[in-house]
C-alpha cells in the first residue's frame, strides 16, 4: 500500500505537527519518558513513514516492505505517534503508553506491537542488527528492500555501534541507510563534553561509509538524502542528520536535561498551545 | 550394569575418544545440507570451533565477523529478523560471556531463533589458564527467559544435538568442550532437546551430570555398584528447559542426589536441580562442580582432578547423600 499518496512538504509538515503533539500527550498522561529526542526526530519520522518507507500499516509483515529499526529505543514515542498518525492502530491507543498491559512499552517490543521490526533500549546493537538483515537479503539476492536505521549521537559511545560500522563497510553494505539523530546531547550533558564524537563524518567516512549531512529538521531535506542513499551502489549510508533535542517547542530546545522527563500538566498545555500556532496558523483549542 | 544398550561399555579400556566440538563441527555441515537457510558466523576462531567445516562446504553462507562477539550475536539476530537459521560461534568465554546483553535484549526478549555456540567451556581447556576457561555461561544462560541450554555428553550427541537445533524456533545455547571427550552414545542413543536421558537405572542414589561429567558420572556408577549402591545416572544434555518430570520421578524413587558439571555450581546445574529438589521432592544433595572461584592453568586431566571434577569424587559423594538419608 503505502507511496500511492504524494504528500506535499506542507502536508508532511502538518504531519509533523500532529506527531509532535501526540508526543507531549502520550508523555503527559504516562508520566515518565523522554521528551527532547522524539520531538527533534519529528520530522525525521514522518519524512519515513509518510513518504520514503516503502510499508503497509494494515499489513505490518508484507514480505516486500522495507525495513525501519530504531536502535535508541528511549525515542519510541515518535515512532508510535507515527504509526498511528499512519493507520497502524488507532490514536487513542497512545494515551496506554507506558501503562501496565499496553503494546506501547516504553522501550520498543517487536513481539508485542505489530511493525516494530526489533526490541531495543540498551544501546548500540541496531547497526548490527541491520548489518545481519542487510546480510541476509545479500545472500538470497533480495535488492528491492531497504534496511534504514534511526540511531542516537550518544549512543555511538557503544563500542558494538562501530564493530558494526567496520563490518557494514567491510561487506558494503549499501542496501542500509542509517541516519544519526545529532542533537548533541546526551543524559549527562553536551555529547562534545561528555565523550567528543567530532570529527565525527570522517570517522564513518574512515569505516567505509558513504556520509551525508544534512538539516534533520528539515523533511525535504530527509527525503532527498534518502533518496541520495538509494543511489549509493558500493558503500552503507550514513545520514549525520543535525536536529534541536525537543524541536518544535521553545522551553525544550537544546536543553539536555530534556533528555529524558516527561512534562508537568503546565508545560504539556504550554507546549501544545506552541505546536497549535504553526507558524501562525492558529489551530482549534477546542478538540 | 552396563545393560543399557544404548550406550558404550565405558569400563572398556579403549574407549574412542573426539572432541565434542568435532560433533558440532559435522552437524552444523549436515545442517546446511539439509537447510538452506542454515547460515554461521564466527568470530575469528573458524578453525577452533570447527565452523571451517561449515565454510569450506558453503562459503557463501560463511560469515566471517572478526573479533567482536557483541556484533557476532546481534548480527546473528539481524540474520534471523532476515530468515535465516544462524549458527554463531566464538569461545564460551567470550560469547556468551562478553556479550549477555545484546542475547537478552536482542535475541530473547526479541525471540529471535540464533543458536549460540560457546566452545572451549569448562576447565578441561587447560593451559590457557582461567582467562579462557568458561564456568559461568550455564548460569548466564539458564536465567534467560526463552533460552535453550544444551551441553552434550560428546562428539556424537554434539551432532545431533546440532541438527536438532537448526530445527528448534527458540534461541539456543550449546556449550561444547575443547579436549577429546570419550564417545558414550552411539547412534542410536536417542536424542531430544528438553529430554533427560536415563544411561543407568538403579534406586539407591540418582547422578545427574551434563556434558564432559556424564562419562565420569557412569564411572562413578560401576564403582558404586561393587560398593553396594545401585545408582541411577541421568544424562541431562538440555538444562533448560528441564525436564522435571524425569528428574522428580527419579529423586522420589532414590531418595538422593548427586549433580556433576564442568562450570559453576551457583546458577549451573547444581544449582538448577537444587531448586527443583527444594520446592518437589527435598533430598539429600551433593553438587560436584566448580566451587565459586575461578580456574588455573595445568593439563586437562590433571585440572579435573585437582577441581574435584571425576569419577572418585561422583562416588563419595554419592556414598555421602545415600549416608543421610
Same mark, same amino acid.
Given at each position: 500500500m503505502i507511496n500511492n499518496k504524494k504528500y506535499s512538504i506542507e502536508q508532511l509538515e502538518l504531519i509533523t505537527n500532529n506527531i509532535r503533539q501526540d508526543i507531549i500527550k502520550m508523555l503527559l498522561k504516562a508520566g515518565s519518558g523522554h521528551t527532547a529526542g522524539p520531538l527533534g526526530l519529528a520530522d525525521i519520522f514522518s519524512a519515513l513513514y509518510f513518504d520514503i518507507l516503502k510499508h503497509d500499516p494494515k499489513n505490518p509483515e508484507w514480505a516486500d516492505r522495507d525495513i525501519l529499526l530504531l536502535s535508541n529505543g528511549h525515542c519510541v514515542p515518535v515512532r508510535y505517534a507515527a504509526m498511528a498518525e499512519a493507520g497502524y492502530f488507532d490514536k487513542k491507543e497512545l494515551m496506554t503508553l507506558r501503562q501496565l498491559g499496553t503494546r506501547l512499552q516504553g522501550h520498543p517490543e517487536r513481539l508485542r506491537l505489530p511493525g516494530l521490526e526489533s526490541t531495543s533500549g540498551p544501546l548500540g546493537s541496531g547497526l548490527s542488527q541491520a548489518c545481519g538483515i542487510a546480510l541476509a537479503h545479500k545472500?538470497?539476492?533480495?535488492?528491492?528492500? /531497504?534496511?534504514?536505521?534511526?540511531?542516537?549521537?550518544?549512543?555511538?559511545?557503544?563500542?558494538?555501534? /562501530?564493530?558494526?560500522?567496520?563490518?557494514?563497510?567491510?561487506?558494503?553494505?549499501?542496501?542500509?541507510?542509517?541516519?544519526?539523530?545529532?542533537?548533541?546531547?546526551?543524559i549527562d550533558g553536551p555529547t562534545e563534553i561528555v565523550m567528543p564524537l567530532e570529527d565525527y563524518k570522517a570517522k564513518w567516512e574512515a569505516f567505509g561509509w558513504y556520509v551525508i549531512e544534512i538539516d534533520g529538521n528539515n523533511i525535504e531535506d530527509v527525503i532527498d538524502a534518502c533518496a541520495m542513499g538509494r543511489a549509493i551502489s558500493e558503500k552503507p549510508v550514513m545520514i549525520l542528520a543535525y536536529t534541536i533535542p525537543g524541536k518544535g517547542v521553545d522551553f525544550i530546545e537544546s536543553d539536555f536535561h530534556w533528555h529524558g522527563i516527561p512534562p508537568d500538566h503546565q508545560q504539556a498545555i504550554k507546549a501544545i498551545a506552541e505546536l497549535r500556532t504553526l507558524n501562525g496558523r492558529i489551530r482549534s483549542e477546542h478538540e | 550394569m552396563n545393560n543399557n544398550k544404548l550406550i558404550v561399555d565405558v569400563t572398556k579400556e579403549e574407549i574412542q575418544k573426539a572432541p565434542i566440538r568435532k560433533g558440532f563441527g559435522i552437524g552444523l555441515k549436515k545442517a546446511g545440507e539439509q537447510n538452506s537457510n542454515v547460515v554461521a558466523a564466527c568470530a575469528d576462531l573458524t578453525e577452533?570451533?570447527?565452523?571451517?567445516?561449515?565454510?569450506?562446504?558453503?562459503?557463501?553462507r560463511f560469515v566471517e565477523i572478526g573479533v567482536a562477539e557483541q556484533n557476532l550475536v546481534t548480527i546473528g539476530s539481524g540474520l534471523a529478523a532476515g530468515g535465516k537459521i544462524p549458527f554463531v560461534s566464538s569461545y564460551a568465554a567470550f560469547s556468551p560471556g562478553r556479550n549477555w546483553e545484546q542475547i537478552r535484549t536482542t535475541i530473547c526478549l526479541n525471540d529471535r531463533p540464533v543458536k549460540i555456540v560457546g566452545s572451549h567451556a569448562g576447565v578441561s581447556v587447560g593451559p590457557d589458564g582461567a582467562t579462557h576457561q568458561m564456568l559461568e555461561d550455564i548460569a548466564l544462560m539458564r536465567v534467560l527467559p526463552n533460552m535453550v541450554v544444551i551441553a552434550p555428553c560428546d562428539s556424537i550427541e554434539a551432532e545431533k544435538a546440532t541438527l536438532a537445533m537448526a530445527n528448534d524456533p527458540r534461541p539456543n545455547y550449546m556449550r561444547l568442550a575443547r579436549e577429546a571427550t570419550p564417545i558414550i552414545t552411539i547412534e542410536s542413543t536417542p536424542f531430544e532437546i528438553g529430554k533427560a536421558q536415563i544411561f543407568e537405572s538403579g534406586s539407591d542414589v540418582t547422578i545427574i551430570a551434563t556434558g564432559t561429567m556424564t562419562y565420569y558420572a557412569l564411572l562413578a556408577a560401576?564403582?558404586?555398584?561393587?560398593?553396594?549402591?545401585?545408582?541411577?545416572?541421568?544424562?541431562?544434555?538440555?538444562?533448560?528447559?528441564?525436564?522435571?518430570?524425569?528428574?522428580?520421578?527419579?529423586?522420589?524413587?532414590?531418595g538422593a542426589v548427586v549433580t556433576a558439571e564442568e562450570g559453576q555450581i551457583i546458577g549451573g546445574l547444581g544449582g538448577a536441580i537444587a531448586e527443583l529438589a527444594a520446592e518437589n521432592c527435598p533430598v539429600p544433595i551433593r553438587r560436584i562442580g566448580i566451587k565459586d572461584r575461578f580456574g588455573e592453568s595445568g593439563q586437562p586431566e590433571e585440572l579435573l582432578h585437582y577441581f574435584g571434577l571425576d569419577n572418585d569424587h561422583i562416588r563419595l559423594a554419592a556414598h555421602e547423600v545415600v549416608n543421610k538419608k
Open positions: 545472500m538470497d539476492n533480495i535488492l528491492h528492500r /531497504w534496511i534504514y536505521i534511526v540511531m542516537g549521537d550518544g549512543e555511538t559511545d557503544e563500542g558494538n555501534v /562501530w564493530e558494526a560500522a567496520m563490518f557494514a563497510g567491510n561487506n558494503h553494505l549499501s542496501k542500509i541507510i542509517a541516519i544519526i539523530d545529532r542533537n548533541n546531547i546526551q | 577452533s570451533t570447527q565452523m571451517f567445516l561449515f565454510k569450506e562446504a558453503f562459503p557463501e560401576n564403582q558404586l555398584y561393587k560398593d553396594g549402591i545401585e545408582a541411577e545416572v541421568i544424562h541431562l544434555a538440555t538444562i533448560k528447559p528441564l525436564d522435571s518430570q524425569t528428574i522428580i520421578k527419579s529423586l522420589q524413587k532414590t
